[in-house]
Protein backbone atom coordinates (compact mmCIF):
# COMPACT_ATOMS: atom_id res chain seq x y z
CA UNK A 1 0.00 0.00 0.00
CA UNK A 2 2.92 2.36 0.66
CA UNK A 3 3.94 1.69 -3.23
CA UNK A 4 0.61 2.83 -4.40
CA UNK A 5 0.66 5.78 -2.32
CA UNK A 6 4.56 7.05 -3.22
CA UNK A 7 3.09 6.10 -6.78
CA UNK A 8 0.62 9.14 -6.45
CA UNK A 9 3.45 11.54 -6.23
CA UNK A 10 4.69 10.38 -9.25
CA UNK A 11 4.11 13.46 -12.09
CA UNK A 12 5.41 15.76 -13.36
CA UNK A 13 8.64 14.86 -14.27
CA UNK A 14 8.82 12.87 -10.93
CA UNK A 15 10.84 9.84 -11.71
CA UNK A 16 11.00 7.87 -7.90
CA UNK A 17 9.95 8.15 -4.69
CA UNK A 18 10.78 6.81 -1.79
CA UNK A 19 10.42 6.87 2.64
CA UNK A 20 13.67 6.44 4.25
CA UNK A 21 13.51 5.45 7.79
CA UNK A 22 15.68 7.45 10.80
CA UNK A 23 17.98 4.10 10.24
CA UNK A 24 18.78 4.69 6.94
CA UNK A 25 16.51 2.29 5.14
CA UNK A 26 14.28 2.20 2.43
CA UNK A 27 11.03 1.33 4.34
CA UNK A 28 9.31 2.08 0.57
CA UNK A 29 9.67 3.16 -2.98
CA UNK A 30 8.17 3.60 -6.14
CA UNK A 31 9.20 4.60 -9.62
CA UNK A 32 12.70 4.01 -11.24
CA UNK A 33 15.39 5.97 -9.04
CA UNK A 34 18.19 4.33 -6.77
CA UNK A 35 18.02 4.75 -2.99
CA UNK A 36 19.73 2.31 -2.00
CA UNK A 37 22.70 5.03 -1.60
CA UNK A 38 20.82 8.05 -0.46
CA UNK A 39 18.98 6.31 1.89
CA UNK A 40 21.57 6.25 4.51
CA UNK A 41 22.63 9.72 4.09
CA UNK A 42 19.18 10.87 4.82
CA UNK A 43 19.16 11.03 8.57
CA UNK A 44 21.96 12.45 9.24
CA UNK A 45 20.93 15.55 6.66
CA UNK A 46 17.51 15.81 8.26
CA UNK A 47 19.66 16.20 11.33
CA UNK A 48 21.64 19.13 9.85
CA UNK A 49 18.65 20.92 8.12
CA UNK A 50 16.40 20.49 11.60
CA UNK A 51 19.62 22.61 13.64
CA UNK A 52 19.66 25.19 10.57
CA UNK A 53 15.82 25.48 10.25
CA UNK A 54 16.31 25.30 15.09
CA UNK A 55 18.55 28.53 14.07
CA UNK A 56 15.65 29.97 12.33
CA UNK A 57 13.32 30.21 15.22
CA UNK A 58 11.76 26.90 13.87
CA UNK A 59 10.97 23.51 15.47
CA UNK A 60 12.11 21.70 12.51
CA UNK A 61 12.57 21.88 8.60
CA UNK A 62 8.96 21.25 6.64
CA UNK A 63 11.06 20.47 3.34
CA UNK A 64 13.91 21.02 1.53
CA UNK A 65 14.63 21.35 -2.56
CA UNK A 66 18.05 20.62 -3.56
CA UNK A 67 18.60 22.02 -6.84
CA UNK A 68 21.06 20.12 -9.57
CA UNK A 69 22.06 20.23 -12.72
CA UNK A 70 20.16 16.67 -13.84
CA UNK A 71 17.42 16.88 -11.40
CA UNK A 72 15.76 18.33 -8.55
CA UNK A 73 15.32 16.39 -4.89
CA UNK A 74 12.33 17.35 -2.42
CA UNK A 75 12.13 16.20 0.77
CA UNK A 76 9.54 16.39 3.66
CA UNK A 77 9.83 15.39 6.97
CA UNK A 78 7.53 12.03 7.80
CA UNK A 79 6.60 11.71 11.84
CA UNK A 80 8.81 9.17 13.67
CA UNK A 81 11.97 10.32 12.04
CA UNK A 82 10.59 9.41 8.62
CA UNK A 83 12.03 10.97 5.55
CA UNK A 84 9.36 11.31 2.04
CA UNK A 85 12.15 12.11 -0.83
CA UNK A 86 10.92 12.54 -4.31
CA UNK A 87 13.71 12.81 -7.24
CA UNK A 88 12.90 15.17 -10.55
CA UNK A 89 13.70 15.40 -13.94
CA UNK A 90 15.53 18.24 -15.15
CA UNK A 91 12.66 20.48 -16.09
CA UNK A 92 9.97 19.09 -14.29
CA UNK A 93 7.04 20.97 -12.20
CA UNK A 94 8.83 20.84 -8.43
CA UNK A 95 5.57 23.55 -7.49
CA UNK A 96 3.19 20.65 -9.05
CA UNK A 97 4.90 17.71 -7.19
CA UNK A 98 5.55 19.29 -4.02
CA UNK A 99 2.25 20.16 -3.80
CA UNK A 100 0.70 16.56 -4.27
CA UNK A 101 3.51 15.41 -1.66
CA UNK A 102 2.12 17.94 0.97
CA UNK A 103 -1.79 16.60 -0.25
CA UNK A 104 -1.15 13.04 0.48
CA UNK A 105 1.76 13.13 3.88
CA UNK A 106 -0.65 12.15 5.48
CA UNK A 107 -1.91 9.43 3.73
CA UNK A 108 1.73 8.09 2.89
CA UNK A 109 2.22 8.56 6.96
CA UNK A 110 -1.20 6.08 7.68
CA UNK A 111 0.25 3.33 5.11
CA UNK A 112 3.67 3.23 6.52
CA UNK B 1 -23.94 7.11 16.51
CA UNK B 2 -25.14 4.46 13.86
CA UNK B 3 -22.60 1.69 15.06
CA UNK B 4 -22.62 -0.46 12.15
CA UNK B 5 -22.78 -0.70 8.77
CA UNK B 6 -26.46 -2.61 7.48
CA UNK B 7 -25.59 -5.87 6.00
CA UNK B 8 -28.56 -5.70 3.50
CA UNK B 9 -28.94 -8.53 0.94
CA UNK B 10 -26.24 -9.97 -0.87
CA UNK B 11 -26.83 -10.78 -4.53
CA UNK B 12 -23.65 -12.76 -4.49
CA UNK B 13 -19.60 -13.32 -4.62
CA UNK B 14 -17.78 -12.48 -7.63
CA UNK B 15 -14.37 -11.44 -9.19
CA UNK B 16 -13.74 -8.65 -11.42
CA UNK B 17 -12.46 -5.35 -12.37
CA UNK B 18 -13.86 -2.72 -10.13
CA UNK B 19 -14.74 -0.90 -13.66
CA UNK B 20 -17.29 -3.73 -13.65
CA UNK B 21 -19.28 -2.67 -11.01
CA UNK B 22 -19.51 0.97 -12.21
CA UNK B 23 -21.06 -0.52 -15.82
CA UNK B 24 -23.47 -2.70 -13.83
CA UNK B 25 -25.01 -1.02 -11.18
CA UNK B 26 -27.02 1.66 -12.88
CA UNK B 27 -30.08 0.47 -11.10
CA UNK B 28 -28.57 -0.69 -7.85
CA UNK B 29 -28.87 0.77 -4.46
CA UNK B 30 -26.61 -0.59 -1.38
CA UNK B 31 -23.08 -1.98 -0.64
CA UNK B 32 -20.32 -2.95 -2.49
CA UNK B 33 -18.24 -5.25 0.10
CA UNK B 34 -14.76 -5.25 -1.43
CA UNK B 35 -12.08 -7.69 -0.87
CA UNK B 36 -8.22 -7.19 -1.73
CA UNK B 37 -5.91 -9.35 0.10
CA UNK B 38 -6.17 -9.00 3.53
CA UNK B 39 -7.80 -5.82 3.02
CA UNK B 40 -11.36 -5.76 3.16
CA UNK B 41 -14.32 -2.41 2.22
CA UNK B 42 -17.06 -0.81 0.72
CA UNK B 43 -18.44 1.37 -1.63
CA UNK B 44 -22.00 2.68 -1.09
CA UNK B 45 -23.68 2.94 -4.91
CA UNK B 46 -27.12 4.71 -5.20
CA UNK B 47 -28.09 3.71 -8.93
CA UNK B 48 -24.59 4.09 -10.79
CA UNK B 49 -23.06 6.42 -8.88
CA UNK B 50 -20.34 5.49 -6.37
CA UNK B 51 -20.80 7.76 -3.41
CA UNK B 52 -18.77 6.66 -0.88
CA UNK B 53 -15.57 4.45 -0.26
CA UNK B 54 -13.98 3.36 2.33
CA UNK B 55 -11.00 0.04 2.57
CA UNK B 56 -8.89 -1.03 5.80
CA UNK B 57 -6.16 -3.36 6.03
CA UNK B 58 -5.08 -3.86 9.10
CA UNK B 59 -4.50 -0.75 11.14
CA UNK B 60 -4.44 1.40 7.93
CA UNK B 61 -7.29 2.86 6.90
CA UNK B 62 -8.20 4.67 3.91
CA UNK B 63 -11.43 7.11 3.06
CA UNK B 64 -13.13 8.71 0.18
CA UNK B 65 -10.71 9.48 -3.04
CA UNK B 66 -7.44 7.40 -1.18
CA UNK B 67 -9.39 4.26 -1.40
CA UNK B 68 -11.55 4.87 -4.21
CA UNK B 69 -8.14 5.09 -6.20
CA UNK B 70 -6.53 2.34 -4.08
CA UNK B 71 -9.17 0.14 -5.58
CA UNK B 72 -8.66 1.18 -9.28
CA UNK B 73 -4.86 0.41 -9.28
CA UNK B 74 -6.15 -3.21 -8.51
CA UNK B 75 -6.49 -5.76 -11.99
CA UNK B 76 -9.74 -7.02 -10.21
CA UNK B 77 -11.12 -7.41 -6.81
CA UNK B 78 -13.44 -9.90 -4.90
CA UNK B 79 -16.85 -8.11 -3.98
CA UNK B 80 -20.42 -9.06 -3.26
CA UNK B 81 -23.04 -6.78 -4.02
CA UNK B 82 -25.32 -6.44 -1.04
CA UNK B 83 -29.00 -4.46 -2.12
CA UNK B 84 -30.45 -1.88 0.32
CA UNK B 85 -33.76 -0.61 0.74
CA UNK B 86 -33.65 3.47 0.82
CA UNK B 87 -33.39 3.28 4.64
CA UNK B 88 -30.92 0.87 4.73
CA UNK B 89 -28.97 3.59 2.31
CA UNK B 90 -29.79 6.51 4.93
CA UNK B 91 -28.56 4.14 7.64
CA UNK B 92 -25.56 3.37 5.79
CA UNK B 93 -24.74 7.10 4.65
CA UNK B 94 -24.92 7.82 8.43
CA UNK B 95 -22.38 5.44 9.47
CA UNK B 96 -20.08 6.57 7.13
CA UNK B 97 -20.67 10.42 8.13
CA UNK B 98 -20.35 9.29 11.82
CA UNK B 99 -16.91 7.44 11.10
CA UNK B 100 -15.10 9.90 8.64
CA UNK B 101 -15.72 8.80 5.37
CA UNK B 102 -17.40 11.20 3.05
CA UNK B 103 -20.29 11.19 1.13
CA UNK B 104 -20.89 12.56 -2.06
CA UNK B 105 -24.66 12.09 -2.45
CA UNK B 106 -25.77 15.78 -4.47
CA UNK B 107 -28.92 14.57 -5.29
CA UNK B 108 -30.12 14.25 -1.80
CA UNK B 109 -28.37 16.90 -0.61
CA UNK B 110 -26.58 14.44 2.17
CA UNK B 111 -22.92 15.64 0.63
CA UNK B 112 -20.87 16.13 4.23
CA UNK B 113 -18.74 14.20 6.05
CA UNK B 114 -15.03 15.27 4.89
CA UNK B 115 -11.87 14.17 6.30
CA UNK B 116 -11.04 15.41 9.71
CA UNK B 117 -9.68 19.67 8.79
CA UNK B 118 -6.00 18.02 9.73
CA UNK B 119 -5.83 15.63 7.22
CA UNK B 120 -7.92 17.56 4.21
CA UNK B 121 -5.67 18.69 1.54
CA UNK B 122 -6.40 21.77 0.41
CA UNK B 123 -9.41 22.39 -2.62
CA UNK B 124 -6.88 23.39 -5.58
CA UNK B 125 -3.52 23.21 -5.68
CA UNK B 126 -1.95 26.46 -5.21
CA UNK B 127 -1.50 28.44 -8.81
CA UNK B 128 0.14 31.27 -8.98
CA UNK B 129 -1.56 33.83 -10.83
CA UNK B 130 -0.05 34.12 -14.65
CA UNK B 131 3.57 36.64 -14.52
CA UNK B 132 1.95 39.26 -17.29
CA UNK B 133 -1.16 39.25 -14.87
CA UNK B 134 1.13 39.84 -11.51
CA UNK B 135 2.75 43.40 -10.98
CA UNK B 136 6.78 42.87 -10.94
CA UNK B 137 7.79 42.53 -7.11
CA UNK B 138 11.07 44.59 -6.08
CA UNK B 139 14.07 42.77 -6.11
CA UNK B 140 13.55 42.37 -2.31
CA UNK B 141 10.48 41.65 -2.04
CA UNK B 142 9.81 39.22 0.52
CA UNK B 143 13.59 38.98 1.40
CA UNK B 144 14.36 39.21 4.70
CA UNK B 145 18.17 39.07 4.48
CA UNK B 146 20.85 38.45 2.46
CA UNK B 147 24.24 37.53 3.65
CA UNK B 148 27.31 35.40 2.64
CA UNK B 149 29.64 32.93 4.92
CA UNK B 150 32.78 34.01 4.25
CA UNK B 151 34.85 30.63 6.32
CA UNK B 152 32.53 30.53 9.35
CA UNK B 153 32.14 34.15 9.65
CA UNK B 154 28.59 35.23 8.59
CA UNK B 155 28.55 39.19 6.69
CA UNK B 156 24.77 40.46 6.11
CA UNK B 157 24.77 42.60 2.84
CA UNK B 158 21.07 43.47 3.23
CA UNK B 159 18.15 42.82 5.67
CA UNK B 160 18.63 41.40 9.45
CA UNK B 161 20.22 38.34 10.45
CA UNK B 162 18.44 36.09 12.70
CA UNK B 163 19.89 36.06 16.62
CA UNK B 164 20.64 32.39 16.41
CA UNK B 165 21.58 31.59 12.60
CA UNK B 166 25.53 30.54 12.51
CA UNK B 167 27.57 29.83 9.19
CA UNK B 168 28.13 26.16 10.27
CA UNK B 169 24.53 25.45 10.21
CA UNK B 170 23.81 26.60 6.38
CA UNK B 171 27.35 24.94 5.43
CA UNK B 172 26.80 21.84 7.20
CA UNK B 173 22.94 21.83 5.61
CA UNK B 174 24.89 22.82 2.29
CA UNK B 175 27.11 20.14 2.42
CA UNK B 176 24.20 17.67 3.19
CA UNK B 177 22.21 18.22 0.26
CA UNK B 178 25.22 18.45 -2.09
CA UNK B 179 26.30 14.49 -0.74
CA UNK B 180 22.78 13.48 -1.43
CA UNK B 181 22.94 15.19 -5.07
CA UNK B 182 25.45 13.17 -5.53
CA UNK B 183 23.90 9.85 -3.98
CA UNK B 184 21.03 10.31 -6.49
CA UNK B 185 23.09 10.74 -9.18
CA UNK B 186 21.74 13.96 -9.68
CA UNK B 187 24.60 15.78 -11.68
CA UNK B 188 26.47 19.02 -10.34
CA UNK B 189 25.19 20.29 -7.03
CA UNK B 190 24.05 24.04 -7.57
CA UNK B 191 22.13 24.94 -3.86
CA UNK B 192 19.42 24.22 -1.35
CA UNK B 193 16.16 25.68 -0.20
CA UNK B 194 15.46 24.89 3.41
CA UNK B 195 11.85 25.44 3.97
CA UNK B 196 10.37 26.04 7.50
CA UNK B 197 7.11 27.00 8.75
CA UNK B 198 7.57 30.66 8.69
CA UNK B 199 10.22 31.38 6.31
CA UNK B 200 12.64 29.96 3.28
CA UNK B 201 16.57 29.74 3.34
CA UNK B 202 18.29 29.54 -0.03
CA UNK B 203 22.26 28.74 0.37
CA UNK B 204 24.53 27.83 -2.52
CA UNK B 205 27.87 27.54 -2.12
CA UNK B 206 30.64 29.62 -3.15
CA UNK B 207 34.81 29.33 -3.08
CA UNK B 208 34.67 31.21 -0.04
CA UNK B 209 31.60 29.67 2.07
CA UNK B 210 28.09 30.02 0.45
CA UNK B 211 25.45 33.04 0.26
CA UNK B 212 21.92 32.77 1.61
CA UNK B 213 18.93 34.01 1.24
CA UNK B 214 16.65 34.40 4.20
CA UNK B 215 12.75 35.07 2.65
CA UNK B 216 9.14 35.11 3.78
CA UNK B 217 7.02 32.16 3.93
CA UNK B 218 4.04 31.54 1.54
CA UNK B 219 6.43 32.93 -1.94
CA UNK B 220 6.21 30.53 -4.60
CA UNK B 221 8.33 27.86 -5.48
CA UNK B 222 9.30 28.90 -8.95
CA UNK B 223 10.25 32.08 -7.25
CA UNK B 224 12.50 31.28 -4.87
CA UNK B 225 14.14 29.16 -7.32
CA UNK B 226 14.35 32.28 -9.11
CA UNK B 227 16.25 33.54 -6.36
CA UNK B 228 18.75 30.54 -6.11
CA UNK B 229 19.42 30.98 -9.68
CA UNK B 230 19.72 34.48 -8.99
CA UNK B 231 22.51 34.55 -6.35
CA UNK B 232 24.04 31.52 -7.97
CA UNK B 233 26.39 33.54 -10.73
CA UNK B 234 28.31 35.64 -7.51
CA UNK B 235 29.62 32.52 -6.75
Redesign the interface.
Known amino acids: ?LT??L??LLIAGAIGACVAGPDGRVRGEAGA???E??AP??P??AV??N???????????????????????LMMPLPGGDVLAV?LEPGAN???V??EM???L??IA??I | MTTTLPEGTSLGMMEAPLSWVYSHTARFLGKVRIFVQEGEGFMLIRRGEALAYCFRHGSITLRGNAAKEYLLSQDAVKFSLCKYTEEEFDRAAAWCRDHGVPVHDQGRAVQEAALPPSSAPPATPPISPPVSSRPAPGPEAGVLMVAECLGTDLHVISGSRPAGLACSRVLAAIESARTLAGAVHAGAFSGVILETPDGVLIAAPTEEGAVCVLAEGGIPIGRVRSMLAAIMPER
Open positions: MFAGKADWAALIAASWSLAGDLGADGFAGVLIEAGGGVLLPGRRYKKNDLSV
